[in-house]
């Protein structure tokens, strides 16, 4: 019988069915990376990658770190695994007191999962169970946002609005329906930070509340900056307008902060910056640096008092993952937070954004490039697709940046980055003058 020691079939790539990748076309010509430190990779071929994309939006203090990497060892030695249901750990306990004072408003206190995709259906589920444990069980329905991301379970798949994501996965959730997403070239090409142009477009969800009624609305969730989609920055007032709409008609909003938590945009979050608070708020990635995985969802104090109601041996949330809060991750989670004080990061992130704008902003005018936008440490260029080709000039761009030792994230037709907020001015200077070598030479 195989016993799991057996030497592999063949020396080949073929059984790893890699995520969100063209299998066929990476087999043919991998790209391997072996170690990481600080603003670099290192691939199998020894060459220097610089990472413009903080690994998938996570590494928000750079790889490698020492301390976080020691928190993991020390509490890997100590206790590797607790249950998460009926028992704590000291981790878990001191993560949440020292999540919930970062959190802004009155997000007080804190749910764990693994992904930013288990986060997503955390939050979707608990703004449906909090309106029927109200005794308003009609509200079901869940609004989320054309181009938006919200991972890839089928909550998450259902409220998203990235086409490829939905079509290959039947009629997903019932219920939901979509605001429209907010990018318009024509508007708002070029601009640097928040667009004017847009605002109205927050007044669809009172079309949507008109169709449906608001009796029937249980939440609507979108990131504050769509992220995977290719950086599409709100328009100013736009969220304050959804805000506004949600509380006037008793629905519950999602932040989904699973990108732009822990510093992205300067401040902890997204929240802080553009000063608005929502009932929930889903965090992952940089919530350990990337380094294990964790996501948690922020939850105002009226939603988790409503569910501290009746007999006290009722568990008050059917619902939760056996890593729901791994010792190893809350170790990482609480290590990653010295670092970002230690480093003063997100005031760093403040500083380095207006060095980040104007040196992406300095490939306008290449070939092809038919939009750049940013907000705090995110930017997009977004390419002329080629006829009857889409997506294959910005992949033709990301191969030439790896090439040149520049790892960035292709989505669509758009390169998306997201720098570590360690990065040096002369680093972000590098992947500027990279990206743009690339571009210029794709045709
Ligand atoms: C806004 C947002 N939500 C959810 C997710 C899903 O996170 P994960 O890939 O950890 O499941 C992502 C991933 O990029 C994301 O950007």
Redesign the pocket.
Known sequence: MPDGTQRPKANTHEPYWMPFTANRQFKAAPRILVSAKGMHYTDDQGRQILDSSSG???VNAGHGREKITEAIRAQAEVMDYAPAFQCGHPGAVELSARLTSLFPGDLDHVFYA???????DTALKIALAYHQLRGDARRTRLIGRER??????IG?TSVGGISNNRKHFGNLLAGIDHLPHTHNLSEMAFTRGQPEWGTHLAEDLERIIALHDASTIAAVII?PV???TGVLVPPKGYLEKIRSICDEHGILLIF?????GFGRLGDPFAADYFGIVPDLM?T??GLTNGSV?M?AVAVCSQIYDSFMQGPDHIIELFHGYTYSGHPLACAAALATLDVFAEDDLFNRSQTLAPIWESAIHSLKGLSNVIDIRNIGMMGAVELMPRDGAPTTRAYAVYLACYEKGLLVRQTGDIIAMSPPLIATKAQIGEIISILGEAICETD
Request: charged share 15%; aromatic share 6%.
């Open positions: 998938l939006w996570c693994n992904s930013g995709s288990e986060a997503v938006g991301y919200h991972g890839v379970g998450g990131e769509a992220g995977s989904d902060e699973v990108i732009t889903t992952a990635k995985p996501s």
